[in-house]
């Protein structure tokens, strides 16, 4: 099953109209949508067996230049949508005592970066809420993993998809116009092919035990290890002053 908010489009991605394949609409910031696509795959295929929340825009730009209605927009669709998804199919998961949920979120999903605030945002959310909802189901056979893609020559940087941050602050405006335009020159430029990426996280899919957490591209590899690295100095620079900060009368 797919699922768009122009489940013509997707047809004709996937090559049309086949036995296997049910493209429905869906609006992932809509909750009686997800749950009526959720439906609609139950009455087709009779279960769920993966979830792939991928769904995704890109709200760009320094945080004071970013409005509040665009803040809450952007966690809405990246945070709130994946979660209406993924609320809606957890009883068809439950109820059978299995399943597996794939969570795309990015590198902006472990590493803060400059003009994406507001992405990093919602992205950080998702990593947290998956996180923890690992523990919460996995008493039921269902298994979780994030995915965090580096830079793949997907929609995302497109003008449907990017949405440019609509607050002007003089402080900011030599930095915004010189970032903006970087970003625009990266759209079809990625390095990441996302046929690959598919194909990975097909195999992922098939195994019994899959990783919780599946960094994509040798450019997310190269820069989560440097965060781990750095989160590591950070700690053990914290000891002498934040490693004994118990009550004195703690047990």
């Known amino acids: 099953m797919a699922t768009g908010r122009r489940p013509g489009s997707v047809l004709e991605t996937l090559g049309g109209e086949q036995d296997d394949l049910l ?3 869906l ?20 279960r769920i067996d993966v979830l792939v929340n ?16 665009q803040m809450r927009r952007q966690i809405e669709t990246n945070l709130f949508g994946q979660m209406n998804v993924t609320r809606a199919v957890l009883p068809v998961m439950r109820a059978r005592r299995d399943g597996h949920i ?5 590198l902006a999903g472990a590493i803060g970066i400059e003009f994406r605030v507001a992405y990093a945002a919602a992205k950080f959310g998702v990593e947290g809420s ?31 998809s990017t949405t440019w941050a609509e607050l002007s602050v003089d402080d900011y405006a030599e930095r915004t116009a010189a970032t903006r335009k970087t970003w625009e020159s990266m759209n079809g430029q990625q390095p990441g092919d996302p046929a690959k990426l598919a194909a990975a996280l097909l195999t992922i899919a098939g195994q019994e035990q899959p990783p919780a957490r599946f960094v994509a591209g040798a450019d997310a590899i190269e820069a989560v290890s440097a965060k781990a690295a750095e989160l590591l100095a950070q700690a053990d620079a914290s000891r002498e002053l934040g490693g004994d900060l118990a009550r004195d009368d703690a047990a």
Do not use: K, W
């Open 23 to 25: 493209a429905t609409p």
């Open 102 to 106: 794939i969570t795309i979120s990015s």
């Open 130 to 160: 998956m996180e923890s909802l690992r523990h919460d189901v996995e008493p039921f056979n269902i298994r979780t993993t994030i995915v965090e893609p580096g830079f793949f020559r997907t929609e995302l940087l497109v003008d449907a």
């Open 54 to 69: 991928n769904a995704a825009n890109f709200y760009a730009g320094y945080f004071e230049e970013i409005s509040d209605a």
């Open 27 to 46: 609006d992932i910031t809509d909750p009686a949508a997800a749950h009526s696509a959720v439906q609609a795959a139950v009455d087709r295929f009779g």
